[in-house]
């Protein structure tokens, strides 16, 4: 069964930056996409960065645009998200997963068989 397992959370301060890893274990070429999203204290989770697996294309939103940075060892199974000038409006936790599609993950979406994560707690104060 394929599991997903984040790694790199923790306390930083504004300014500072962080480096995300998500290894994944198990068959993992029916899915296209692999992407990173977050779900700040009480509100609803929203995709930071996605990458499409055919063509490399990705996607970031204006909140993170030129701070993060998604990119991917196929090798070793392993897709990271680098996180510089870190605010604290990006303290949250932050969940890796694969999806079949890259536009479900492109619309802040996820479709029935996308594979989560546990989470890992991202946390940005002085």
């Known amino acids: 069964q394929l599991q997903l397992v984040e790694s790199g959370g923790g306390l930083v301060q504004p300014g500072g930056s962080l480096r995300l890893s998500c290894v994944a274990s198990?068959?993992?070429?029916?899915?296209?996409?692999m992407g990173w999203f977050r779900r700040p204290p009480g509100k609803e989770h929203e995709v930071v960065a996605c990458?499409?697996?055919?063509?490399?294309?990705?996607y970031y939103p204006d909140s993170v645009k030129g701070r993060f940075t998604i990119s991917r060892d196929d090798a070793e199974n392993t897709v990271y998200l680098q996180m510089n000038n870190l605010k604290p409006e990006d303290t949250g936790i932050y969940y890796c997963l694969l999806d079949r599609s890259y536009w479900n993950l492109r619309f802040n979406d996820y479709g029935r068989s996308a594979v989560w994560g546990q989470g890992t707690q991202v946390t940005v104060s002085s």
């Open positions: 990458i499409d697996a055919n063509d490399g294309t990705t």
């Open positions: 198990g068959f993992t070429s029916d899915y296209d996409a």
